[in-house]
């Protein structure tokens, strides 16, 4: 039996964490349709500032962006020294899916607030986490770049039928 048939392919591996990306991304925008047409009372204001929430949201937002990109910083300093492109690609795969998780929490939180208070306040930190996690969008040149790959690797990762090894 030939155990080569379960290697993904660069266009499979692509396509499967495009799938993963979307699927967190959509679920976040339905969810904020969702709760904003539950919403019975809707305003904006961070006047009123007495609200426990109006620091945490916006402080778990910050954090999770940042965690997100210093975990995955370093998750990608990692990868880097591994030595076949196949070992590369699980990695990479595992740290994106970190740093989508990362951000999609905070998201989520936000809109979560939204429902109990209302404010339009909390879908804008929502949205700017959602508007940041469409950028992160993956795409073959950023592969690339994120896991500098060398010549051989490049050549191997552009294969879209091939194998990766």
Same mark, same amino acid.
């Given at each position: 039996?030939?155990?080569?048939?379960?290697?993904?392919?660069?266009?499979?591996?692509?396509?499967? *964490?495009? *799938?993963?990306?979307?699927?967190?991304?959509?679920?976040?925008?339905?969810?904020?349709? #969702? @709760? %904003? @047409?539950?919403?019975?009372? /809707?305003? !904006?204001? /961070?006047?009123?500032?007495?609200? #426990?929430?109006?620091?945490? =949201?916006?402080?778990? @937002?910050?954090?999770?962006?940042? /965690?997100?990109?210093?975990?995955?910083?370093?998750?990608? /300093?990692?990868?880097?020294?591994?030595?076949?492109?196949?070992?590369?690609?699980? @990695? %990479?795969?595992?740290?994106? *899916?970190?740093?989508?998780?990362?951000?999609?929490?905070?998201?989520?939180? &936000?809109?979560?607030?939204?429902?109990?208070?209302?404010?339009?306040?909390?879908?804008?930190? &929502?949205?700017?986490?959602?508007?940041? !996690?469409?950028?992160?969008?993956?795409?073959?040149?950023? =592969?690339?770049?994120?896991?500098?790959?060398? !010549?051989?690797?490049?050549?191997?990762?552009?294969?879209?039928?091939?194998? *990766?090894?």
């Amino acid at each position: 039996m030939d155990q080569n048939n379960n290697r993904p392919t660069p266009e499979g591996f692509l396509k499967s *964490i495009s *799938i993963i990306h979307l699927a967190l991304l959509a679920g976040q925008v339905i969810f904020c349709i #969702v @709760a %904003y @047409a539950q919403s019975e009372r /809707i305003y !904006f204001g /961070i006047h009123n500032m007495d609200s #426990v929430f109006m620091y945490i =949201v916006p402080l778990v @937002a910050v954090g999770g962006f940042m /965690i997100g990109y210093l975990t995955f910083k370093k998750q990608l /300093i990692d990868i880097r020294n591994k030595k076949s492109l196949g070992e590369k690609i699980i @990695a %990479y795969q595992t740290a994106l *899916i970190i740093r989508y998780a990362l951000l999609e929490g905070p998201s989520l939180l &936000a809109i979560v607030i939204y429902l109990q208070y209302g404010n339009l306040f909390f879908l804008g930190v &929502a949205g700017l986490l959602m508007l940041y !996690f469409l950028f992160l969008r993956p795409t073959m040149e950023k =592969v690339e770049n994120d896991l500098d790959l060398n !010549f051989n690797e490049r050549i191997e990762f552009l294969d879209k039928d091939g194998e *990766i090894k």
